[in-house]
């Protein structure tokens, strides 16, 4: 499944080296390095953590929401959106190519698993990038890996994204494996044997998924991970900016959109994260990262929301 490749995040995000994300069970609140206690000081940074909002903030992203389902998309017109879905992806990919390649130096912040895989002494270990885009995961592991037993995986179901993939210089058949895939599938790939993932990463993925097609997502991942493996998983929030600068007409259900470019995207709460992953997983992480973005040569004030889950397949009892 094709992402969005941060074309909706890294245009106002700026690099870090702390992570600034939230479990929502904790009670941590000096979680990041950078939190405004006096909105005065709001334009002393380009970027603050943790920014609450109050309830007039809260009510006027509620109102938003509601104009925009009041006037949603025509049924008829939603159609081709959803029957088509990779067309608009490979559209994406045959215009942009890999413009929208980001080597996403906070991969090894909040995910640290991730590169724990490339140490020399890791042992066998396997990678399945989902959603690959132009191999934004992949890519930078590979170019610091010591690993010889490490193997990754990519795959998105549009075309021309694999094969952005597979024309980028730094891909090697040898320690990697591109190719076309729906997550939504009833089947999982030919090439991947049940239980044989360590990892699985879900980065602006699921998000682009229908939501009648979630538990198939799911029940996919978890047959191709071992008994204990990881799904690392980052994704739109709830009343994030991108959400509530959608006009009238663009919504196709409840908090699902279509962008002007024809790709779809959701934005999620963590009670439903917990819903969809917490049957067949052990949620070890389920966080928020509430950052507000600040231009401060144009006096604006950007607030961002994602969320970001770490799910452990849980072990299957041994048979009596």
Not at 7 to 25: A, F, G, N, Y
Not at 208 to 236: S, T
Not at 251 to 257: E, K, R
Request: charged share 30%; hydrophobic share 35%; aromatic share 12%.
């Amino acid at each position: 499944m094709s992402l969005q490749p941060d074309q909706d995040t890294d245009r106002s995000k700026l690099k870090k080296d702390w992570s600034s994300v939230r479990d929502i069970r904790e009670d941590s609140p000096t979680f990041g390095t950078r939190i405004l206690e006096d909105k005065e000081h709001v334009w002393n940074h380009n970027a603050w953590d943790n920014v609450e909002w109050d309830e007039e903030q809260e009510r006027c992203a509620r109102e938003k929401v509601l104009k925009q389902s009041n006037k949603p998309m025509p049924l008829e017109e939603q159609q081709k959106y959803h029957q088509d879905a990779s067309k608009y992806w490979n559209t994406f990919y045959l215009h942009n190519e890999n413009k929208f390649f980001k080597d996403r130096q906070w991969l090894k912040i909040e995910f640290p698993e991730l590169h724990n895989t490339t140490e020399s002494d890791a042992g066998p270990k396997r990678i399945f990038e989902i959603g690959c885009g132009a191999g934004n995961t992949m890519f930078p592991l590979l170019s610091v890996n010591q690993n010889p037993e490490l193997f990754i995986y990519a795959c998105d179901f549009a075309l021309n994204a694999v094969e952005v993939v597979k024309n980028n210089p730094a891909y090697n058949p040898q320690n990697s494996s591109a190719f076309v895939w729906d997550l939504t599938s009833t089947s999982i790939p030919e090439n991947i044997k049940p239980g044989s993932l360590d990892i699985v990463v879900l980065i602006f993925v699921m998000s682009a998924i229908h939501p009648e097609c979630w538990d198939q997502a799911v029940e996919n991942v978890y047959k191709m991970l071992k008994p204990g493996g990881l799904v690392l998983f980052r994704d739109y929030g709830r009343y994030d900016m991108v959400q509530l600068r959608f006009k009238e007409g663009r919504m196709l259900s409840d908090n699902f959109y279509v962008r002007g470019d024809g790709t779809r995207v959701y934005f999620f709460t963590s009670d439903e994260i917990q819903t969809i992953w917490g049957t067949k997983f052990t949620l070890e992480q389920n966080a928020v990262d509430r950052r507000l973005i600040v231009n401060r040569h144009r006096r604006l004030q950007m607030y961002r929301i994602w969320l970001q889950g770490k799910f452990r397949k849980i072990e299957e009892p041994n048979p009596l």
